[in-house]
């Protein structure tokens, strides 16, 4: 599976981005979709994904409410990102991993197979 994200940017604090990420490669709704992040001088962190037979998404609390995660049917993923924080500056990777019953965590890195190059967010204040 190869994955290109896109969609970063500058933002002013308070405004918005919408983060996208191709699939391609093997059957795409076969595989669980996320979304992490990584600001200078820190660990990757989980920040969001999404079974691969859709459902509610799970969020980490920092972006509860203010970042929304879907997919569609032609292999893409959305992240739609409102409120931006100075905080939120990072870049933003998209991850994907084969769906089986077992693989019930996914909040670390380790967690997933496949990622994409990065895309960066920056949040003037």
């Known amino acids: 599976v190869q994955l290109q994200a896109s969609g970063g940017g500058l933002v002013q604090a308070g405004g918005s981005l919408r983060l996208s990420c191709a699939a391609s490669g093997r059957t795409f709704s076969s595989y669980d979709m996320g979304w992490f992040r990584q600001a200078p001088g820190k660990e990757r962190e989980f920040v969001a994904a999404i079974r691969w037979s859709g459902g509610f998404p799970d969020y980490a609390d920092f972006v509860k409410d203010r970042f929304t995660m879907s997919r569609d049917n032609a292999n893409t993923v959305y992240l739609q990102m409102n409120s931006l924080k100075p905080e939120d500056a990072a870049v933003y990777y998209c991850?994907?991993?084969?769906?089986?019953?077992?693989?019930?965590?996914?909040?670390?890195?380790?967690?997933?197979?496949?990622w994409g190059q990065g895309t960066q967010v920056t949040v003037s204040s």
């Open positions: 991850t994907a991993r084969s769906s089986v019953p077992y693989r019930i965590f996914w909040r670390a890195s380790r967690d997933w197979d496949y």
